[in-house]
């Protein structure tokens, strides 16, 4: 069935005035005059055989049938605006909004989020960090990269790839260790995760170590690794998510032993639809981490 003409000026008239309760100050916003906001609220009443405001001494007052229609225009006229906002370069821009661990986010996907700019200018990533803690649903997340072993409730989860912990520190550090022996007379830093050093230390041939009483405990390792620049210990971390810090040569690999503990993940809600954009940047990113698998 066809759409009779919207009387949009008329509309749009009638919602500014009743925004100010003012045709003055509505005429102002709309650049016309007075009179013209009048003429064409006076239109609408007469289409829709009502009428949309009372005067009173300090103005202007929304008749009962204004307030059932202002929400309704309102909304539309902001949902069409919101729209025309999102048009960039010939696309129509797309929200994409993404968790991570920070360890992550600082260390792997930065650095390479100009690429996906450049690939797809029309998504626009609003991105919130972590410490692998954070609830999709609540937080209204469309993705979130987590680092574990998959497994988390009403979940869809699909690999990026592992990241090895490994012993890093100052390199001033580093050459007092002729052995992995030798780390037991420094500090060591260490995640929530108790496992990790008992894990490295098998690795490196040694059991599991003794008892970790001089260790200092961190829920980021990028805090951790803050923390091995200032020279306050010797952190146990993926070297992937710090290449910039080690290429620099601020902070040095002194051993080639890993332990693995687990994986990064992309995840998103089961009940959630893949949007337009969601899909573009799944794509993008499993090709860019496919080196890494």
Not at 262 to 289: H, I, N, P, Q
């Amino acid at each position: 069935m066809p759409r009779s003409p919207l009387p949009l000026n008329a509309l749009r008239a009638f919602e500014a005035a009743a925004r100010h309760l003012s045709f003055t100050r509505a005429a102002i916003e709309l650049c016309v005059t007075q009179a013209a906001v009048s003429h064409q609220v006076k239109l609408l009443e007469e289409r829709l055989g009502a009428p949309l405001f009372m005067r009173v001494p300090r103005g202007l007052r929304v008749t009962a049938e204004g307030e059932a229609l202002l929400p309704v225009v309102t909304e539309s006229f902001d949902r069409m605006a919101d729209l025309l906002e999102r048009f960039d370069g010939g696309y129509i821009r797309e929200v994409l909004n993404l968790g991570a661990v920070g360890t992550f986010a600082v260390g792997w996907l930065l650095p390479r989020l100009p690429r996906l700019r450049e690939r797809h200018p029309h998504i626009e990533v609003r991105l919130s960090t972590n410490n692998n803690r954070v609830d999709i649903a609540s937080e209204g997340l469309d993705y979130a990269i987590r680092f574990g072993n998959g497994a988390w409730h009403d979940t869809q989860a699909e690999p990026l790839f592992e990241a090895p912990l490994s012993v890093l520190c100052l390199p001033q550090i580093a050459a007092t260790l002729r052995g992995p022996q030798d780390l037991f007379s420094h500090t060591l830093l260490r995640s929530y995760r108790a496992d990790e050093w008992s894990g490295w230390f098998e690795a490196a041939g040694l059991g599991v170590g003794p008892a970790l009483t001089r260790a200092m405990m961190f829920d980021s390792s990028l805090a951790m690794m803050e923390a091995a620049l200032q020279g306050a210990g010797i952190a146990l971390a993926p070297p992937l998510m710090f290449e910039r810090l080690l290429s620099s040569g601020l902070i040095v690999q002194p051993f080639d032993i890993y332990v693995s503990r687990g994986s990064y993940w992309l995840t998103r809600l089961k009940s959630r639809s893949e949007t337009s954009a969601m899909s573009l940047f799944k794509s993008w990113l499993m090709e860019t981490v496919r080196p890494h698998g």
